[in-house]
């Protein structure tokens, strides 16, 4: 090899690779994220399969329900009626117990146990703080710092014109961030970012009020009612809309 070309090939060698943007980096993570769900739009599945993968099926189903629907019973029906407050060790106990069951449930199958431990540490954080202040509507206030993370970050992600879906639906696709050049896409994107700011925002809107009020059963109730059911539609529209939107591949 002569040392002109030794030089070119040490030349080139020296040419720093491009750090990826942050926008790239974003799209990849919640890309990663989806996938991981079962949200891929390129995989041949019907909406209900996906929906129900996203969920974690029955048991996913379960573990998002049950320590919420255990404590709402129990503390409901320990009420005293002087201090209109319910047992919170028990009922606190009782759900912490049903996280920490099916977070062992996972370790013991091998499964993925990321959703149960991340359900356990919410759970006990959440039990934690009421147990702290004594007061049993306290058991909600983290979910209430959930839910305004999340809506506030759809939201100002649609308004600055980079919609999480559309960050999510790019990677998946394998377009990058190209979908920003077509009005089609990017209006669609930025419309479901928008619906799911305002489902973050109607929880928000709906049981800060009844937590002012200590109104504990109510409150409880709403959040199940609002939790699964509300979040099961929104994902099946949004998988349908970006799946609709992407390439058809030739069989």
């Known amino acids: 090899m002569s040392e002109e070309s030794s030089r070119s090939t040490s030349d080139s060698d020296r040419v720093p690779l491009q750090p990826p943007s942050a926008a790239d980096s974003m799209g990849a993570a919640l890309g990663n994220a989806a996938r991981r769900a079962g949200l891929d739009p390129a995989a041949h599945a019907s909406t209900g399969a996906a929906v129900w993968s996203a969920m974690g099926g029955w048991r996913g189903i379960l573990?998002?329900?049950?320590p919420s629907l255990a404590f709402v019973v129990l503390f409901t029906v320990t009420i005293d009626p002087e201090t209109r407050q319910g047992n919170?060790?028990?009922s606190l106990g009782v759900s912490v117990g049903?996280?920490?069951v099916f977070t062992l449930a996972r370790l013991i199958a091998k499964s993925p146990p990321s959703a149960a431990i991340g359900g356990l540490l919410a759970t006990v954080g959440?039990?934690?703080?009421?147990?702290?202040?004594?007061?049993?509507?306290?058991n909600f206030v983290l979910g209430f710092f959930t839910n305004g993370a999340y809506g506030t970050a759809f939201l100002v992600s649609a308004l600055v014109g980079w919609p999480?879906?559309?960050?999510?639906?790019?990677?998946l696709l394998g377009e990058g961030t190209r979908w920003r050049s077509d009005r089609r896409k990017k209006r669609a994107y930025t419309w479901l970012s928008l619906a799911w700011a305002a489902l973050f925002a109607a929880r928000l809107a709906v049981q800060l009020p009844l937590y002012?009020?200590?109104?504990v059963t109510a409150l409880g109730t709403l959040k199940i009612v609002m939790g699964l059911p509300l979040f099961a539609p929104m994902l099946a529209v949004t998988w349908l809309v970006v799946r609709s939107l992407s390439p058809r591949r030739e069989s």
């Open 212 to 215: 002012f009020a200590g109104d």
């Open 63 to 66: 573990e998002s329900v049950l």
């Open 98 to 100: 049903l996280a920490v």
């Open 164 to 171: 999480l879906i559309g960050l999510a639906a790019g990677y």
């Open 88 to 90: 919170l060790w028990l």
């Open 126 to 138: 959440a039990a934690v703080l009421a147990l702290v202040t004594g007061r049993g509507q306290d």
